[in-house]
């Protein structure tokens, strides 16, 4: 990795937590756990990745079988993560 | 990369911010996880855009078995399961970061015998260690919630200077792995060590300060993710890591203080346990 590709991509790190930091204000008792559930989901996106090393080689090697461990695991995070979250939030919806 | 890979990663990206922002506020939570799920679904498609052919049948395979699992498991389980749930979905987000680093370190090391240059090694290091932690923390804080491991604080002699040492064992691992790429042995030792720790960290801590934990381990594996990207040169990895790294980080300062705890005390574990279970 160059040092300017290094330099850009600490500028997105640092952008994007300080986001994350001012996105959560004043959140409600009740929103925590579907947030922490939903947010939990997102870091599923571990998923591009895992794609991306299955893809390395196109025969048997470790490294491959590694990736597709982690495609197996990351989806079900996501999948899983977003299908909870939904039932939460529905659940307090009928509850109003 | 092509062009159009790299809009749908920005427009993956804006739909987490959204989602994230929307997910805060109580009449507009569901579609705030919803605009964030269709996120992920087009950062996925055009991630799956990019593979090569051959590999395509085995990516489908595996996403294909990972639905159905995290769909059985989402719709099999009672509500009053949640945080326990959550719990193991991270722990399982948690070791697939795991998991793609230490490929990729393999494909390089061991396989291609190409080097890794010393910032992308730090990178994987970093993402074995957390990701390797919030594997095993998240399991300890399921098995904690599930009742098969007892709630009550699990403390023994000095454990604070054995993670101590353990914390300076990593380091040292790190730091000959990214050395000597050749010989595989320094970063199977990083994985043992990080999954250990994780055990080691979460034990001390009451079952009442579970959901804190969790929402501690979530923030753990979006940072994991963000290593990832570091490691992967990826920005879609690094700003949804980022995210939720960041925001699980007040997520659980806020669910601290609505606990009337201060996360030193939780994180110590058996020091805080009278005042657990008079406050939670």
């Not at chain 1, 470790?62 to 990351?74: I, P, Q, T």
């Not at chain 2, 890979?5 to 427009?11: G, H, K, N, R, S």
């Not at chain 2, 390089?108 to 990178?123: F, K, M």
Request: glycine share 10%.
């Amino acid at each position: 990795m160059t040092t300017e590709s290094l330099i850009i991509l600490f500028y997105i790190l640092v952008l994007a937590s300080y986001l994350g930091f001012e996105l959560i204000t004043k959140v409600p008792p009740t929103l925590h756990t579907p947030l922490m559930s939903g947010s939990n989901a997102i870091s599923g996106i571990t998923m591009v990745g895992a794609i991306l090393a299955c893809n390395e080689l196109g025969y048997s090697t470790f490294s491959k079988w590694l990736g597709m461990l982690a495609l197996v695991l990351a989806t079900i995070n996501v999948v899983g993560g977003y299908t909870v979250t939904d039932r939460m939030l529905k659940m307090f919806k009928k509850k109003k | 990369m092509n062009i159009y890979i790299q809009i749908a990663y920005l427009v993956a990206s804006i739909l987490f911010i959204i989602g994230i922002k929307k997910m805060g506020k109580t009449k507009e939570a569901r579609s705030g996880n919803q605009l964030s799920s269709l996120g992920m679904l087009i950062a996925v498609l055009a991630t799956v855009v990019q593979v090569e052919a051959v590999s395509l049948v085995e990516i489908l395979i595996c996403v294909v078995i990972g639905s159905a699992i995290g769909l059985f498991i989402a719709f099999k389980i009672e509500m009053t399961q949640m945080p326990e749930m959550v719990a193991l979905f991270n722990g399982f987000g948690g070791l697939g970061s795991l998991a793609v680093a230490l490929s990729y370190y393999w494909l390089n090391s061991q396989e291609l015998n190409a080097n890794i240059d010393a910032i992308t090694g730090t990178s994987t290091a970093l993402s074995i260690f957390i990701g390797g932690l919030t594997f095993t923390g998240s399991i300890i804080a399921f098995l904690k919630l599930n009742g098969k491991i007892s709630g009550k604080p699990i403390t023994f002699g000095g454990q604070h200077l054995i993670n101590l040492i353990l914390l300076l064992l990593v380091i040292v691992a790190s730091v000959f792995a990214v050395m000597y790429q050749a010989d595989s042995t320094y970063v199977f030792a990083l994985v043992a060590l990080a999954l250990l720790l994780g055990i080691l960290t979460v034990l001390p801590i009451g079952g009442a300060d579970m959901p804190v934990v969790i929402s501690l381990l979530n923030s753990y594996s979006g940072m994991a993710a963000c290593a990832t990207g570091f490691v992967l040169n990826n920005n879609v990895l690094i700003v949804s890591g980022a995210l939720v790294g960041a925001s699980g980080i007040i997520l659980t300062q806020i669910m601290c203080k609505a606990m009337n705890r201060s996360l030193i005390n939780v994180l110590l574990g058996g020091f805080g346990q009278t005042v657990s279970t008079d406050g939670g």
